[in-house]
């Protein structure tokens, strides 16, 4: 028995800061083989209930276990369209519950399944279902928008996804290319493409249509999936100077071919903000800041930061800056940037969620000498010209929510969903397409369609021997 995972290969910190290039390197076949040896194919998977989207991942681990990477690739993209992206971006929830975590190291099940992916055929096309004639209209496409399509199209919809940007994608396109090097999303969308599914691009809700003239056009159900990518502002003094940036459409712009933001030459950059998008922001101005000096600033203590810890360590490592316990209060200069104002933080009355708030403490001023801030202040969902009947709940989650238990709005037919991540979007995506298939199934007098094998196999794909399939379904 092997208890500790077989590393995963990976560039270290002063490499890895000096460019763009994918930090972490896939298995080689013969180590992917080994790691999967060391899972002990539990009958009740953690792993898999864990799972936002209940990724038989433990089928495809015992598959790459017999060095089956082509059956292990077709049952990766058979629960997952964003499986390439996901092998790669996944926070691995499914690691955490891993029972061999309690001895040694979880099994490696994200890598697994680029493993998968790597060297199995993973382009394979979905197979539609026979068409119902019925159309469903998704506004916003990121994870939610991309798997509530894959899953009605399967059903036999029709579907037409409406995206405000010029390409598809959501937040992942903001995803820095050492963690995703772009590609990954046209290799899951090519799967797509024998799918009764059009994309159309640059048409945004609230202005060019809403999702109320999308059900007077004949579209019997609407998803509105918009996420949060609108920045929050600091509401201080200064941020509108030249040299500051919001972090989303920095990284935006960067994954966009403007690796030349900083003008090429030497920075000395605060990122304000203590999660994982302030650290993205944070690591990816190291890399342009030309040997500068890149500073996260953060109002709480390190152990308070809500970026994950491998996203610390590795900046860390990379020569980040950390200034704990301090809060902006004016950014300084005159037609530049030139620093920051800070002030001390301290611990406050709790707030509405029973976390202590933090009070600036009087007579702490100091400055950071600067010449660029990226603010990291977290994201809302943007609901500008959306009509008010839909009463989209932006509280507590960013994006905008439905308020029924099946994410319904109060216009009806119109649902809207999102999620914390990728996967969980993802999640979320599943759960409102199956809600949007009941509605529509009650309303045209037949049953909800049950998800098809996206693969339409007259006969249940080969599964390993003894094995079941995954246990937990919720
Ligand atoms: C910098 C960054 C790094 C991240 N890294 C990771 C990671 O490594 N792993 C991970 O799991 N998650 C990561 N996330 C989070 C993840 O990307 C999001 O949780 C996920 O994309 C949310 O999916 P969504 O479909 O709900 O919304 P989004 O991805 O935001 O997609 C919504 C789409 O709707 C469009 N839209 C908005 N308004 C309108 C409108 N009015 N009309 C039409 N279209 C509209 C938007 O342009 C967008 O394409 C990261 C996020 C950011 C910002
Ligand atoms: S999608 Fe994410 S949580 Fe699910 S099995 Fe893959 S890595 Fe784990
Ligand atoms: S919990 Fe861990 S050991 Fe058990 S099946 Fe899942 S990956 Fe394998």
Redesign the pocket.
Known sequence: MRYQRIPIPEDQGGVRAADFEEILHAYTKEEAILEAQRCLQCAMPF??Q??????D?RGYISLIGQGKFDEAALLTIQD?PL?TV??KT??????EDCVMGGKGTPIA??HL?RAALEFGNGQIMYVPSAPKNQRIAVVGGGPAGIMAAWELCLRGYSVTIYEAQPFMGGQVDTIPKYHLTGDELDWDLGRLRNLDLTFVTGKKAGVDFTPESLLRDGYLAVYVAIGASEPRLLGIPGEHLPGVFAALPFLLAMNKGSEGLFGRKERQVVVVGGGDVALDAARSSLRLAKGGRVTVLYRRGKADMPAGEEEVSEGTEEGLHFVFQRAPVRILGAGQVEGIAVQATGVGPPDAKGRPTTVLLPGTEETIACDTVIVAAGEYGDITGLPAELDLKLSPQPWPEGKRPDWMTDVEGVFASGGKSV?YAMAAGTRTAGAIDAYVAKKTGRSPTPRPDPFARPIAPKLPDGYSGPTWHF
């Open positions: 792993c898999v864990e799972c936002p989207i209940t990724q991942c997952n499986a996901l092998c996944c926070y691995h929830y499914c690691e099940i994200r399944k996967v």
